[in-house]
């Protein structure tokens, strides 16, 4: 086979490809506000949402970010976000962790960040809504899920919302519109490596 | 069960979690530049390492980022970051496609953003090199694998690499620190959902 051929042959398979492309692009016309779940035990769940709420500012819409468990995005983030006017961020108290050992404390708390969410999910004028490690919330039984759902089902028509966290409850996945799972193949803790500033926080 | 037994197990619960970490967070001591590869056919690939360019920012550390396809990432995005002094941005020529249907040309784009690459690996001070779709010039046999896998190993060591894009190739991954694959369970493109603003652009 010569160079021409071989070029020729490439140039009909990407002309395929395009035109599949083509076609499924077409084919899709629903707009619509999203539910994305980001879990599994694998990095990049919040990392990702974070990225989200970035691109969303990018585009002059309005973002809230609820952060249900402390310490999952850096202060560092934080900061960065909060240099856009458009950004809305909550953390309710000190969230709750393995460290407070105090269970009503974080319920109180998980209750505090929800409430926050239904009124910022009621704010016209929202574009995303970014419902950080609220699945550790449900998982611990810190906030009643049927409630969750339907405060979710209510949400304006237009509202992307993204819930992060490991262990997300299969009827949370059965009614977001996109989940992806975060799949640890091989992690760097394993091997002993620490968290290190700029990669963890 | 009373309440106050309830909250007493539900502390000593937290207690045991919380020394099981300590001591977790002890035992990781070596501190090194990260290979990272984000992979798998699910969102959150080039979101997440956007996410990860930021927080490195954020910690005022220089970032770079070479882009091996055109349009991975918004122009939304590239103005967002390119608002800080410390990224060093590269998108090689067009990138390549199947839009573009030439061989030959994409070869040549691929060929210009590795011989970047490792410009950027070399300068000193770099915190994070986002290397954004190289696996699918890896997929297509644009660049070669070995000389790509003895480029990332020559890197300084506290050098951080994230390297995305579906199909990460066996050999990338064996070399890799942290690899995440972000799995799609469910995608609302399936349900006829469009692209929309905010979200995929």
């Not at 492309?21 to 707009?31: L, P, S």
């Not at 973002?63 to 249900?68: D, K, L, S, T």
């Not at 970014?130 to 509202?159: K, M, N, Q, S, T």
């Amino acid at each position: 086979m010569t160079g021409d051929e071989d070029a020729a042959r490439h140039r009909e398979k990407m002309a395929r490809r395009k035109a599949v492309q083509d076609a499924e692009v077409a084919a899709k016309t629903v707009e619509k506000g999203l539910l994305m779940v980001h879990t599994g035990a694998g990095k990049g769940k919040s990392t990702a949402a974070f990225g989200l709420a970035l691109r969303m500012l990018g585009r002059g819409r309005r973002v809230g970010v609820v952060q249900f468990i402390k310490g999952a995005w850096s202060t560092g983030e934080r900061g960065l976000l909060e240099a856009y006017a458009m950004l809305e961020w909550h953390s309710m108290g000190e969230g709750f962790t393995w460290e407070t050992q105090d269970r009503a404390r974080d319920i109180a708390a998980c209750r505090r960040a929800w409430e926050q969410a239904r009124r910022m999910m009621a704010e016209p004028g929202l574009g995303l809504l970014v419902l950080d490690e609220l699945c550790i919330a449900l998982r611990y039984d810190y906030l009643p899920l049927d409630e969750v759902l339907a405060g979710l089902a209510a949400r304006p028509a237009g509202l992307h919302v993204v819930v992060t966290g490991r262990n997300a409850p299969q009827p949370l996945l059965d009614a977001a519109d996109t989940v992806t799972e975060m799949k640890p193949v091989k992690h760097h803790f394993a091997a002993g490596v620490k968290a290190q500033e700029g990669i963890e926080f």
